[in-house]
């Protein structure tokens, strides 16, 4: 019975795996349309959405803790990923603060004690193990254009000026700072389970953001975008949550590929992420 089971899904995967890049893409476009509509026919308050990004982030970092903790190891792990989620978690933890001091508010908190329990982890208890050579992106590259383009694109209301531009960086990096550790994975080619999981882990979260703003545009007709002000800020928004999405999707296309055919460590091809 379980043969059986099994024998449909490698079918698929066969298929899926001989396609073009661009069937390929037009797939996962449709998947994505699909679970869309999914998710509005199922959550009726799309509020909820955004929790469970946040909520599923949480999650991934734990598994990030439980590795250090358990492993002893921070190989396979971005130093410098972990650097720019513990900046712009910080930034949005302060806007959260003094503009709207919610549930995300005491999320984020959470989230952000734990992610600076692995910065300390990884450059002090365990550097020894820290892969520096494949560590190569340099956060300035990361950080700098998304300060400049904060200053140039920010949210319009009436909130003080330096609020503003920090709530635009928070986004627009948050949007990126995942790379660094794309960019460790794809020098090393082979990613252990506790790494894949946590990189799975931001997809869902970045997937779950993402239909949380297109939902709440969908539902208020365009109204949220009025009320997050003019100009080209809300459209940024947007934006930055879709590309947060895409920058994962191919990642997560080889994660549950491997799930399915039962391989533990994930084996990424040459051109991914």
Same mark, same amino acid.
Request: proline share 3%; charged share 15%; hydrophobic share 50%.
């Given at each position: ?72 190891? +921070? !190989?396979? /792990? %971005? =130093?410098?990923?972990?650097?720019? $989620? ?5 930034? #949005?933890?302060?806007?959260? @603060? ?47 254009? +998304? !300060?400049? /383009? %904060? =200053?140039?694109?920010?949210?319009? $209301? ?5 609020? #503003?531009?920090?709530?635009? @960086? ?104």
């Amino acid at each position: 019975m379980k043969g059986n089971t099994k024998k449909p899904i490698q079918v698929v995967r066969t298929w899926v795996r001989r396609q073009p890049p661009k069937v390929k893409v037009f797939l996962a476009f449709a998947i994505a349309i699909a679970a869309l509509i999914f998710i509005r026919m199922v959550v009726y308050d799309h509020d909820n959405l955004f929790i469970a990004a946040e909520a599923v982030h949480a999650l991934g970092i734990s598994v990030l803790i439980y590795k250090l903790a358990t492993e002893k190891t +921070c !190989a396979g /792990l %971005s =130093l410098k990923s972990q650097e720019l $989620t513990a900046i712009f978690l910080g930034s #949005r933890l302060y806007c959260s @603060f003094v503009m709207e001091y919610d549930v995300h508010t005491l999320l984020d908190l959470a989230t952000l004690a734990a992610t600076v329990w692995v910065v300390y982890m990884m450059r002090f208890n365990l550097n020894s193990s820290y892969m520096l050579e494949k560590d190569n992106v340099t956060n300035y590259y990361v950080v700098i254009p +998304c !300060a400049v /383009l %904060s =200053l140039v694109i920010h949210p319009t $209301t009436q909130h003080h000026i330096i609020n #503003r531009i920090l709530w635009a @960086f928070c986004v627009y990096l948050e949007a990126v700072s995942v790379l660094p550790q794309l960019r460790v994975m794809q020098n090393t080619k082979i990613v252990e389970p506790f790494t894949a999981h946590y990189v799975f882990a931001l997809g869902v979260a970045r997937f779950l953001s993402c239909a949380h703003w297109i939902l709440q545009v969908l539902d208020t007709r365009g109204g949220l975008l009025t009320a997050l002000g003019y100009g080209l800020w809300p459209s940024m928004v947007l934006l930055s949550e879709i590309v947060q999405t895409f920058i994962l999707a191919d990642f997560c296309y080889y994660y549950v590929q491997s799930v399915m055919g039962g391989q533990l460590v994930l084996r990424l091809p040459s051109g991914v992420v």
